[in-house]
């Protein structure tokens, strides 16, 4: 089956523009200008991806970022044109998988989808364990396929696509030291530039719902220099 992507933006001609670029590629595109259409959209058919304009008629794109019950575990990309930095690290923290900022090079756009919907479906690293779809460590319970954990005290946290992967990388090294550009190659299949600094902020969002403390992280530590270390021994199923 083709992929199906929803495209929230109110710009007819960047809408357009993006919708003609992924069919040529062979993706199916549903192009949406309100947050209330995508609402109604989302009652009939769930998509593979969406790719999120902040700017819209009936409100900012950010909330839905933030709304774990609708899209929060669907991969989002946000194609917006406000550039600056806070926003880009406000978008990651609270839920994007990517951020593009406008005008942009539609092949990169594409390149970009493609990267999200790989990370999306299967992680892995140069000499890591494959794990199960669901797996136990320390206090938490994962299940990668819901994208949730589950704390021993029954609390459930919803994890981003991004995060869900993120975290399988790491459940699948744990001991090991992997660097930036490891997590990147293996999360993101992409480099951003300078803008690779974007791993920190999914680390700290992800230590966040661990609630693993950033000054003394336990879980997720933090070797200067090289890279970060998944420091729990997981448990599959049964064990």
Known sequence: MRTL???????????????????????????????????????????DLCLIDLSLPDGDGMSLLQDAGNLGTLPKIVVT???????????????????VVKPFEPRELVARVR???????SSSTPNSQPIGQNVEFGEWAADFNACILIHTDGSIETLSASESSLL???????????????????????????FDRSMDARISRLRKKLR??????????????AGYVFSAAPRKDGE
């Open 5 to 47: 992507v929803y495209l929230i933006e109110d710009d007819p001609d960047i809408s357009k523009l993006i919708s003609r670029t992924l069919k040529q590629q062979g993706m199916q595109v549903v192009c949406l200008r309100k947050l209330s259409e995508l609402e109604i959209a989302m009652k009939k058919q769930v998509p």
């Open 81 to 99: 044109g406000r550039g600056n930095v806070t926003d880009r690290v406000v978008g990651l923290e609270i839920g994007a998988d990517d951020y």
């Open 115 to 121: 990267a999200v919907l790989r990370r999306y479906s």
């Open 168 to 194: 399988k990388v790491f459940v699948e090294s744990a001991g090991r030291v992997l660097s930036r550009d490891q997590l990147l190659d293996a999360t993101v299949g992409h480099h951003d530039g300078p």
């Open 212 to 225: 693993d403390d950033p000054k003394t992280p336990k879980l997720i530590r933090t070797v200067y220099g």
